[in-house]
C-alpha cells in the first residue's frame, strides 16, 4: 500500500461522495448481489455433486468393497461359482499392500423368495464374522443387525425395498429356494429364515438385489469346506487411489485369483460420476465470469461517475496507479461483501439440507433418496479466493481506463 500524504488525500475524495445519493448504489447492490448468489450456487454445486459422488461410492463400496478377489472361473458372476481357501497371504491382512484397512470373506447365491401371494429372485449375500457392518448400521431402520459371531442361525437382514413388495415385517419368517447346482430336474433346496433387521441404502438398484445371511448357509448349501468362501472384498483407505491400489492388490493375489475395482464391476454408475466434476468446473467458470462482469460494470461506473475528482488528483501529481489501486479496494470491498453474505447464506442452506434433508431425489436415477452434502473448510477457502483472485485480475483491465482520463478534460467533465 502506497503510504503517503498525497495516497490518502486521494482515497478520500473518491471515496468522499455518499453511495446513497450516487447514480452507481443500484449497479454496486446489484454486483455484490452477483457476487452472493454466484458464491451460493459454485458452494451448492460443489457440496452436492462432491457430496453426492462420495455417497455414491460408499454405497456401492459397502456391499462389495472397493477391490473384490475372486477365481477366475467366476465369469465376474453375482453369484460365487467356485470356492476360495481363506489360508490366503492376504487374509486376514493384506500387508503386502499399503493403504488397505480391511479385508472380509463373503459369498453369495441365488435365491426365490415365495410368499403366498407373491414371489421375488434375489443374490443372498453370506457374510461372516470378519464383515464390516459400519454402512448397514447408518442404513438400518428397523430391527437390529445380524448376529453371525457364535453359532449358526437364521437370522437375516433384508432392504426396505423388499420388506415392502413381499409385506414383510421384522420378526416374520422368510421361506427361501435354493436352485440345485448341475441338477437336470428343477429341484430347490429350501432354507427358513427369521429377519432381525430392515435396511434401507436408497441405492435401489442394490436394495432389491441383496439380502444377506450367515455365510455358513452357503457354504452348506453348495457342499463347501469350512474354510472356503466365495471371493474376498478389500476395503482401501483413499477412494482416490483405487486404480493404483487395484494394480497392486493384482500384482500380490496368486496366479489364479483374479481382483476387479468396483469402478470396473460398476463402469457406468463410476462414469456418470465422473461428469459431475466437468459440472461443477463448468458452473465455477460460468459464475465466476458472470460475476466478473457485473464486477467490471460497477468499476467501470465508478469510475466515470469520478471523473472529475480523478482530474484533480492527476492536476495534484497523484500517479494513474494509486488511483486505479483505490478503485480496486474499493471493488475488493464490494467483492468480500458479496462472499461474506454467500458464504453465510451458502453454508447455513447446506447444514440445513445436511440436518434435515429437505431436498428430495429420485433413487431410480440419482441412487439416493435425499441430496447429500459435502462440506470442507479447505474447499470453502480455496472457493472464496480463487473468487476473489480472478475478479480481481478481470478489474486490471478496466480499472486502466483511469490513465486515459485527461485532467483538463475531467476538470470540465460534468
Request: proline share 2%; glycine share 8%; with cysteine.
Amino acid at each position: 500500500m502506497l503510504l503517503n500524504f498525497e495516497y490518502f488525500i486521494a482515497r478520500r475524495l473518491i471515496n468522499g461522495k455518499s453511495h446513497k445519493s450516487s447514480i452507481s448504489t443500484p449497479i454496486i447492490k446489484i454486483a455484490i448481489i452477483a457476487i452472493a448468489l454466484g458464491t451460493i450456487m459454485m458452494l451448492v454445486a460443489i457440496a452436492t455433486g462432491v457430496g453426492l459422488q462420495k455417497k455414491i461410492r460408499q454405497k456401492v463400496a459397502s456391499f462389495g468393497g472397493h477391490i473384490t478377489i475372486s477365481n477366475f472361473d467366476n465369469n465376474n458372476s453375482q453369484v460365487s461359482l467356485k470356492p476360495i481357501k481363506k489360508t490366503q497371504e492376504f487374509y486376514p491382512e493384506f500387508t503386502a499392500v499399503s493403504g488397505i484397512n480391511h479385508v472380509q470373506g463373503v459369498a453369495t447365491k441365488i435365491g426365490i423368495i415365495r410368499t403366498e401371494t407373491d414371489f421375488e429372485g434375489v443374490v443372498v449375500k453370506g457374510v461372516g464374522k470378519d464383515f464390516r457392518w459400519d454402512a448397514f448400521r447408518e442404513y438400518l431402520k428397523e430391527g437390529r443387525l445380524p448376529e453371525y459371531t457364535k453359532a449358526l442361525n437364521e437370522e437375516i437382514l433384508i432392504s426396505q425395498y423388499l420388506a415392502n413388495r413381499l409385506g414383510f415385517t421384522v420378526g416374520d419368517q422368510v421361506v427361501t429356494y435354493f436352485p440345485k447346482e448341475n441338477s437336470k430336474s428343477n429341484t430347490f433346496k429350501l432354507r427358513s429364515f427369521d429377519i432381525v433387521g430392515i435396511y434401507d441404502s436408497g441405492f435401489e438398484q442394490l436394495d432389491k438385489t441383496y439380502l444377506i445371511a450367515d455365510i455358513r448357509h452357503i457354504i452348506r448349501l453348495n457342499k463347501w469346506k469350512k474354510d472356503e468362501v466365495g471371493s474376498f472384498e478389500v476395503f482401501i483407505d483413499d477412494f482416490d487411489e483405487i486404480e493404483q491400489k487395484g494394480i497392486e492388490v493384482y500384482q500380490n493375489t496368486p496366479s489364479e485369483l483374479d481382483s476387479q475395482t468396483i469402478t470396473l464391476k460398476n463402469a457406468s454408475i463410476f462414469e456418470w460420476l465422473k461428469l459431475f466434476d466437468m459440472n461443477i468446473i463448468g458452473i465455477i467458470g460460468i459464475i465466476i465470469l458472470v460475476a466478473g462482469i457485473n464486477m467490471i460494470t460497477a468499476l467501470l461506473v465508478l469510475i466515470l461517475e469520478r471523473t472529475q475528482t480523478i482530474g484533480i488528483l492527476k492536476s495534484l501529481g497523484t500517479t494513474n496507479w494509486s488511483i486505479r489501486k483505490i478503485f480496486l479496494y474499493n471493488a475488493s470491498y464490494l467483492i468480500l461483501v458479496g462472499l461474506f453474505w454467500g458464504n453465510l447464506i451458502g453454508v447455513g442452506a447446506l447444514l440445513l439440507q445436511q440436518k434435515f434433508g429437505f431436498i428430495k431425489l429420485n433413487p431410480e436415477t440419482y441412487y439416493v433418496n435425499t441430496a447429500p452434502i459435502y462440506l470442507d473448510v479447505g474447499y470453502i477457502l480455496l472457493l472464496n479466493l480463487g473468487t476473489l483472485v480472478l475478479c480481481l485480475l478481470m478489474l486490471l483491465v478496466p480499472s486502466y481506463v483511469v490513465a486515459k482520463i485527461s485532467p483538463v478534460k475531467a476538470m470540465r467533465f460534468d
